[in-house]
């Protein structure tokens, strides 16, 4: 594609316009990146290297970044502060050992009028550390009659493997999310079998041993009793460990469906018939189970692998060659590195790493976290909302839905989380207020590294986002959802994510309770599942009857599953769409009446106020509270318990019945929607629409097409990546009014 250049004020109130026009809002000038601001007029700079006392001057700067923190707080104290304040922060490693906090309630708060920003000086590498780095030079070969490293199976490992005493380090080496990272990527715990490359193709990647259903397997081979936690361990890697080893030793995988991972530990081994029992919640008895095994030192064979003796706090580790010119470190930072409790900040081109929990989590409003490397934790960024009156909104709401306002991550490189790198929770969903918070120009790769299902990319939760112009990938499962309405994502480049999922797609936007979310201009490409021939991913999957999302010019190149999926579903559009390699899906679980196992998934069930029985309909229990005395009182809470609601999508004012068999006669008012499925291009020799009996009912399906080959769609350079479609092409005379747009805009776009 060609080159794309932004300048960030610009490309920020440009998105904040695109926000404002879909949700009817006013454009809002607010403090950081959102508006033309004048130069600061404090200036304050911060350098590791500083001797002495300093004052906070360039020619005498600030130690550390607290003491910039605190003499803001003396400044404001004396109202002394004229403008806003930008601390400059010089190249160095500013190592935290506890969380760096800016509290309101301190006298840290920023304003419209006084706004702060943390930056790096002049383009300098500033790295917050919240992990504990190893010295290189502290590294060594096990002792002489180390018996630890003498199990170690693989003799390369044998002779390579290095020791470190973690005795005189403050770490919690027991810590769930404790984690090893060098040149700024994951250690993993020595394991069985080794994770191969990522889509490389080999089914048995992750597999050690299947629970497998299908008629003509031998079911002796696979049995497993889901009572005792018990399975037959079909790769006999068990037998080949030191027996004094082998309890406590972790089993990790899919262990009953693909879409729900889970954790447990070796509990008891029968070595004659070779048969594990686990100490865990989770059984293995749904077809296509798999598991691997973790934390076992006779199993170090990779670099990068590691393994920690618990007993004598010795660490052993299968280092890379170079690993001098490395950077070793363990997370460390309890909870957050940064924990900002604060209103108009701004983090700008820091280098955040090694928390336990997260980098950095932001709890307020007109915050932003820009140019900068968010990496090696188990989530990098969650913003989320403050409210003096919260109290009140948990009385009401059981919950706080008032979260953050106009908060925004932009041109950041995100990668390395153990779980989901970014979280956004921010406006009110039930009153349908939006946030308009922006995920803008992003990198983000290589997330859910430990937790790997449902951690993806991005979280979004609550009214009002734009997430656009983001490159995602290599991920195991979705790499975006949504709990939330009123959000646009669009020109996103996602791919090479999903690759361990079933029932699942690249980015999930199931359930009931959201609508208005627009998803457009994306580019969706290689969703491939390598580890069972069991499962598909989708690319975008509208799950368990999602209804008001709209699919307009996006790009699915190469999805396993369908390119597009609706779980059922009504009031959905999905028009213009170029797919190749792949078809689209629409089930009827939003036909009523639905029958056998459809019944309980049709949006009359799901929206119905009550059920037979008396109990608050599924939708309901999505939106209302759940543990107070008014669960199950329809008289409590009428319909969605919001005008907002009751004016902005008014057909669900219509579900006032208390029985859902009383809706037969009335089938039509309920269940017809405005669905539109048209002006769709395929390129596939598969099915392209895959449309269920019945859901004809809920719209329109026509006008769409299937190529038989790529060529005839008519791109500019397929090959070479320019998606743009010619003027002489096919489709313009087959789908006369077919839609396009600027196929050079999707992805990131280049900053000045």
């Known amino acids: 594609m060609t080159t794309k250049k932004l300048f960030l004020k610009t490309r920020v109130k440009t998105v904040s316009v695109a926000l404002a026009a879909l949700l009817g809002m006013q454009v809002l000038t607010v403090g950081g990146v959102f508006a033309d601001e004048a130069a600061p007029d404090t200036v304050i700079y911060v350098d590791d290297d500083a001797k002495g006392q300093g004052d906070g001057s360039f020619e005498n700067p600030f130690a550390t970044i607290e003491e910039a923190r605190d003499a803001i707080r003396l400044m404001k104290e004396n109202e002394s502060v004229s403008g806003g304040v930008t601390v400059y922060i010089r190249e160095g490693i500013y190592t935290q050992t506890e969380t760096l906090t800016f509290d309101r309630e301190l006298g840290d708060n920023g304003s419209a009028e006084h706004p702060v920003t943390y930056k790096a000086y002049n383009g300098e590498t500033v790295i917050v550390e919240g992990g504990k780095l190893l010295d290189n030079s502290s590294f060594s070969a096990p002792a002489e009659g180390d018996k630890l490293a003498a199990r170690i199976k693989d003799e390369t490992a044998r002779a390579k493997v290095l020791t470190y005493d973690l005795s005189g380090i403050n770490i919690d080496l027991t810590s769930k999310n404790l984690a090893l990272f060098f040149g700024g990527k994951r250690a993993v715990e020595a394991r069985y079998p080794n994770e191969k490359a990522k889509n490389e193709g080999d089914p048995e990647r992750y597999i050690i041993g299947f629970v497998d259903q299908t008629p003509g397997h031998d079911g002796s081979q696979y049995e497993c009793d889901s009572a005792t936690k018990t399975y037959y361990d079909k790769s006999e890697i068990v037998k080949t460990w030191d027996p004094d080893s082998v309890i406590g030793v972790k089993v990790l995988g899919n262990f009953e469906i693909d879409w729900s991972s889970s954790e447990g530990t070796i509990k008891a081994y029968d070595r004659e018939t070779n048969r594990v029992t686990l100490k865990t919640s989770s059984y293995m008895n749904a077809y296509s189970s798999r598991y691997y095994y973790s934390n076992i030192i006779e199993e170090m064979d990779a670099v990068g692998e590691y393994y920690i003796d618990q007993e004598s706090k010795t660490l052993y580790f299968y280092a890379p060659d170079d690993y001098e010119n490395m950077t070793i470190m363990f997370s460390s930072c309890k909870d957050n590195v940064i924990m900002a409790n604060v209103d108009f900040y701004t983090f700008d081109g820091l280098t955040v790493e090694g928390g336990l929990n997260n980098n950095i989590t932001m709890t307020g409003n007109d915050n932003t976290i820009c140019n900068s490397v968010i990496r090696c934790a188990h989530t990098a960024v969650t913003v989320k909302g403050y409210s003096e009156d919260k109290q009140e909104d948990l009385a009401e709401y059981n919950r706080v839905e008032l979260s953050g306002y106009r908060n925004v991550i932009y041109n950041n490189e995100i990668y390395s989380t153990g779980g989901t790198a970014v979280q956004l929770h921010g406006g009110n969903m039930r009153k349908l207020i939006s946030s308009d918070s922006v995920i803008d120009n992003n990198h983000i790769h290589d997330f859910g590294e430990v937790s790997r299902v449902y951690n993806g990319a991005i979280y979004l939760s609550g009214n009002g986002f734009l997430v656009s112009h983001n490159d995602i990938h290599t991920g195991p499962h979705t790499s975006f959802s949504c709990v939330a309405s009123d959000v646009i994502i669009e020109y996103n480049h996602i791919h090479n994510v999903c690759y361990e999922a079933g029932d699942a797609g690249a980015i999930y936007v199931g359930g009931w309770s959201t609508n208005n979310c627009v998803y457009r201009y994306n580019l969706m490409s290689d969703i491939v599942n390598n580890l069972s021939p069991y499962y598909t991913p989708n690319g975008f999957y509208c799950d368990d009857g999602g ?59 799901r929206f119905d106020v009550t059920d037979a029985t008396g109990n608050l309909g599924l939708l309901w229990g999505d939106l209302l509270p759940h543990d107070t005395e008014a669960w199950g009182r329809v008289e409590t809470y009428p319909a969605y318990a919001s005008r907002a609601w009751a004016f902005r999508f008014p057909w669900t004012m219509l579900l006032k019945t208390t029985n859902v068999v009383d809706l037969e006669d009335n089938y039509v008012s309920y269940a017809f929607g405005t669905t539109k499925v048209r002006n769709n291009v395929f390129c596939t020799r598969g099915t392209a629409m895959n449309i269920s009996n019945n859901t004809e009912r809920l719209g329109i399906f026509r006008d769409n097409y299937n190529y038989s080959s790529v060529s005839d769609i008519g791109f500019v350079d397929y090959e070479g990546g320019n998606y743009n479609i010619r003027e002489d092409s096919k489709i313009y005379h087959d789908i006369p009014g077919f839609k396009t747009f600027n196929a050079d805009l999707i992805g990131r776009l280049d900053v000045e």
């Open 547 to 605: 209804s008001g999302k709209t699919f307009i010019n996006n790009i699915c190149i190469n999805i396993d599953g369908q390119a597009i999926a609706f779980g059922g579903g009504r009031d959905n559009i999905c028009t213009d769409n170029i797919i190749i390699n792949s078809g689209m899906g629409y089930d009827q679980r939003g036909y009523y009446p639905g029958t056998g196992a459809n019944a309980g998934w049709t949006l009359v069930t």
